[in-house]
């Protein structure tokens, strides 16, 4: 008589923990190709949101506030924008920066909104505050400074409604002396009033030319130019034009606790002439 073995049953415990390995296993089959989708649909639907949905289609969602002189036009063609264009493709720092370059405001901001899609751009007019001139490629240009020393193009100033009604002027700029023109021009309202002139020389020199004290030298762009600026005030409120009867020519600031003042020689006086007279 054969003996027939006959595999035996596996105790209860190891064939529910086999079971509950397959259980896991089949589920993290499954929870893989609902990832897989999920992904695949999240893809498909970006792809049409940046295609489609997040993008500029047309002018009316280009927003401009704060400007009454800049308008929507003139930002879009600043900005090289074209229609239809993926909000997201744009850099609001870029862009920012180039609109700043190109219109003449003094500050911009861009902000990308997404529901509605739309792009906004906040600008701050620029006030030309003198006119000015500087020598370029073309010979010498014509222009405005605004009151932090940027230079403005004719045609940025022209779209202005009463570009530099002040007297003021500024000759020979150049980017270099923009930090000494802001300071001069930010000084104080009072000093910025009395002025009529503010000149660099090819060497870098600065001078201003006063209505109360005429021809004054500031002598170099360095760090002692806020204390002339400040003595500059001083002198402007407490220097009378006549100094015993001679007038004032100009004042050398160079060295600032120690001015140099040039003064016109006496006219004759009427005895004078007269017993000079054969």
Same mark, same amino acid.
């Given at each position: 008589?054969?003996?027939?073995?006959?595999?035996?049953?596996?105790?209860?415990?190891?064939?529910?923990?086999?079971?509950?390995?397959?259980? @896991?296993?089949?589920? @993290?089959?499954?929870?893989?190709? @609902?990832?897989?989708?999920?992904?695949?649909?999240?893809?498909?639907?970006?792809?049409?949101?940046?295609?489609?949905?997040?993008?500029?289609?047309?002018?009316?969602?280009?927003?401009?506030?704060?400007?009454?002189?800049?308008?929507?036009?003139? &930002?879009?063609?600043?900005?090289?924008?074209?229609?239809?264009?993926?909000?997201?493709?744009?850099?609001?720092?870029?862009?920012?920066?180039?609109?700043?370059?190109?219109?003449?405001?003094?500050? &911009?901001?861009?902000?990308?909104?997404?529901?509605?899609?739309?792009?906004?751009?906040?600008?701050?007019?620029?006030?030309?505050? =003198?006119?000015?001139?500087?020598?370029?490629?073309?010979?010498?240009?014509?222009?405005?400074?605004?009151? /932090?020393?940027?230079?403005?193009?004719?045609?940025?100033?022209?779209?202005?409604?009463?570009?530099?009604?002040? $007297?003021?002027? &500024?000759?020979?700029?150049?980017?270099? /002396?923009?930090?000494?023109?802001?300071?001069?021009?930010? /000084?104080?309202?009072?000093?910025?009033?009395?002025?009529?002139?503010?000149?660099?020389?090819?060497?870098?020199?600065?001078?201003?030319?006063?209505?109360?004290?005429?021809?004054?030298?500031?002598?170099? @762009?360095?760090?002692?130019?806020?204390?002339?600026?400040?003595?500059?005030?001083?002198?402007? =409120?407490?220097?009378?034009?006549?100094?015993?009867?001679?007038?004032? $020519?100009?004042?050398?600031?160079?060295?600032?606790?120690?001015?140099?003042?040039?003064?016109?020689?006496?006219?004759?006086?009427?005895?004078?002439?007269?017993?000079?007279?054969?």
């Amino acid at each position: 008589m054969r003996a027939v073995s006959q595999a035996r049953p596996l105790p209860p415990g190891v064939e529910r923990r086999r079971q509950l390995r397959l259980q @896991r296993r089949n589920e @993290r089959l499954r929870n893989g190709w @609902r990832m897989l989708v999920l992904l695949g649909l999240s893809a498909g639907l970006g792809t049409l949101l940046l295609r489609y949905g997040w993008s500029l289609t047309s002018a009316e969602q280009v927003e401009v506030v704060g400007s009454s002189h800049v308008g929507r036009e003139q &930002v879009i063609s600043a900005a090289e924008l074209r229609f239809p264009q993926p909000l997201l493709s744009l850099e609001p720092q870029q862009l920012a920066a180039a609109l700043k370059q190109e219109l003449p405001v003094e500050d &911009v901001r861009v902000s990308r909104w997404i529901a509605p899609p739309r792009l906004r751009v906040t600008l701050v007019d620029r006030q030309p505050v =003198a006119r000015a001139q500087r020598r370029g490629p073309q010979g010498m240009e014509r222009g405005y400074v605004d009151r /932090h020393g940027h230079w403005m193009s004719a045609r940025q100033g022209q779209t202005l409604a009463n570009p530099a009604s002040s $007297q003021l002027e &500024v000759l020979g700029w150049q980017e270099r /002396h923009r930090s000494a023109l802001r300071m001069v021009m930010e /000084h104080s309202d009072a000093l910025r009033a009395d002025l009529r002139q503010i000149r660099f020389e090819p060497d870098g020199s600065l001078w201003v030319q006063s209505t109360r004290l005429g021809n004054v030298r500031l002598g170099p @762009r360095d760090e002692r130019l806020e204390r002339r600026l400040t003595v500059l005030e001083h002198l402007t =409120a407490s220097l009378p034009a006549q100094l015993q009867g001679r007038r004032l $020519q100009a004042i050398d600031l160079s060295e600032p606790e120690q001015p140099e003042l040039t003064v016109a020689a006496p006219a004759p006086t009427q005895a004078a002439t007269a017993s000079a007279r054969p």
